[in-house]
């Protein structure tokens, strides 16, 4: 069946302009979660959903940084007034809510902030 | 979290068993090891994971000690095609299990 997309899959925008991200999850999958992996350095935890909710916010970097999900499936990661440091490849994930709660990511979005 | 420790690179032929190490010597006894790998330019691939008992699966074998403090992913037979970061990871098998990703082993399979 299809896998997690992304898309963008390139986003080239400068610094202080808004952008959005978007994550469509496999079908069925409750739980989304969004990473970032910056260059040289490792994946890091954003936000998880549950449904439409996000029980855990805690890797936000900071209020530039908001999702949201709808109808329990697609989620947009918005960053407001991006900086360079926000340069980076975001990636998003769902799972299952039963058995191993394994994660499928997808290709992720390459954000490049000039 | 408990934290992994994880060999930065390691080379292995085409054709043989790649063993791949990892130390988690402050597992806690709700976590379960978790194996994901990522080849250049792609998402992660989730590969594998175990609480105690040996793993088996389509892409690889997963040994865990008796006391849970490291473990070992196997690739049977190696390809160019498993060139990748394998990474490590010990959670909780739950909803909202965020991972936490250190480091990981390069892997090169040459030739």
């Known amino acids: 069946g299809a896998g997690v997309s992304q898309s963008p899959s390139n986003k080239v925008t400068e610094k202080g302009k808004d952008v959005e991200l978007r994550c469509d999850p496999i079908?069925?999958?409750?739980?989304l979660y969004w990473y970032r992996q910056s260059l040289g350095q490792g994946l890091e935890f954003l936000i998880y959903?549950?449904?439409?909710?996000?029980?855990?916010k805690s890797g936000l970097p900071s209020d530039r940084f908001s999702a949201e999900r709808t109808g329990g499936s697609v989620s947009t990661l918005t960053i407001q007034r991006t900086q360079q440091e926000d340069s980076a490849v975001y990636l998003c994930a769902s799972s299952y809510n039963t058995g191993g709660y394994e994660q499928y990511f997808g290709p992720g979005t390459r954000l490049t902030v000039t | 979290d408990a934290k992994t420790t994880q060999p930065t690179s390691m080379d292995c032929a085409e054709g043989r068993a790649a063993n791949l190490p990892c130390n988690h010597s402050?597992?806690?006894?709700?976590?379960?090891v978790y194996w994901y790998r990522q080849i250049h330019s792609q998402g992660p691939q989730y590969i594998i994971h175990?609480?105690?008992n040996n793993e088996t699966n389509e892409m690889a074998s997963l040994i865990i000690t008796e006391d849970r403090k490291s473990s070992t992913l196997i690739l049977p037979h190696a390809t160019l095609r498993d060139t990748a970061v394998y990474y490590c990871i010990v959670s909780p098998k739950a909803a909202g299990n965020k991972l936490t990703f250190g480091g990981g082993t390069r892997v090169l399979v040459k030739p």
């Open positions: 079908s069925g999958h409750t739980a």
């Open positions: 959903f549950q449904g439409n909710s996000a029980p855990d």
């Open positions: 402050t597992i806690s006894g709700n976590e379960y």
């Open positions: 175990g609480l105690k």
